[in-house]
Each structure stands twice: as C-alpha cells, then as structure tokens.
C-alpha cells in the first residue's frame, strides 16, 4: 500500500525558510514525476512544484525563485526548500506523484506570520 509521510513544517515569521520532507513507501519511487501541493483554508488544492525522476524541475509562479523541490531516489524521499516564506504561503503542504493518485498523507502545516 502506497504511503505518503510529510515532515517538516511550522510557524515562521515571513522572510524566513522550511526544508520539508515526504518520504514514500509501497510504490516504485524512482519512476514517479512527484509533487509538492498545498491547500489553504477555504482554497483548492494547488500544484507547488514538480521534479521528474532525473531531477528535472517546474514550479508555479507563485513560488518560482524561492522555492526548491528535489528528491534523493536512493532514499524514496522528496524535499521543498522554501525560503523568503510569505504569509500566502500558510497553507497544508502534502505531497504525491504527478499527475496526482488517490493516496494523500496527512500533510504538513506550514504557518508564516507577517
């Protein structure tokens, strides 16, 4: 069974960085294009950003040139560097593969106050 665990996140004053982690488990990992999404409150699901198996890289505008997605196939873990964090940002952080499965964690809170 595939599981999906997040790590990482947190209260940060805006400006400041989170390095958060999912770990993948029950899946064949190294030949997933995965992603990092996030929900806010009252908001849809939104894609962060995307990393295919070799490392090649998207992101939404949102987040281009602050945040960092990579990944460690030796480890089925996929990391978000997010750094110059901003109060839009706040949201729960989950990730999956791309395009997305129906296996979801639990998420990742991140807070960033202003």
């Known amino acids: 069974q595939v599981q999906l665990v997040e790590s990482g996140g947190g209260l940060v004053q805006a400006g400041g960085s989170l390095r958060l982690s999912c770990a993948a488990s029950?899946?064949?990992?190294?030949?997933?294009?995965m992603g990092w999404y996030r929900q806010a409150p009252g908001n849809q699901r939104e894609l962060v950003a995307t990393i295919t198996s070799v490392g090649i890289t998207n992101y939404a505008d949102s987040v281009k040139g602050r945040f960092t997605i990579s990944r460690d196939n030796a480890k089925n873990t996929v990391y978000l560097q997010m750094n110059s964090l901003k109060p839009e940002d706040t949201a729960v952080y989950y990730c999956n593969t791309f395009p997305q499965s129906a296996y979801w964690g639990q998420g990742t809170q991140v807070t960033v106050s202003s």
């Open positions: 029950g899946m064949i990992f190294n030949i997933h294009i």
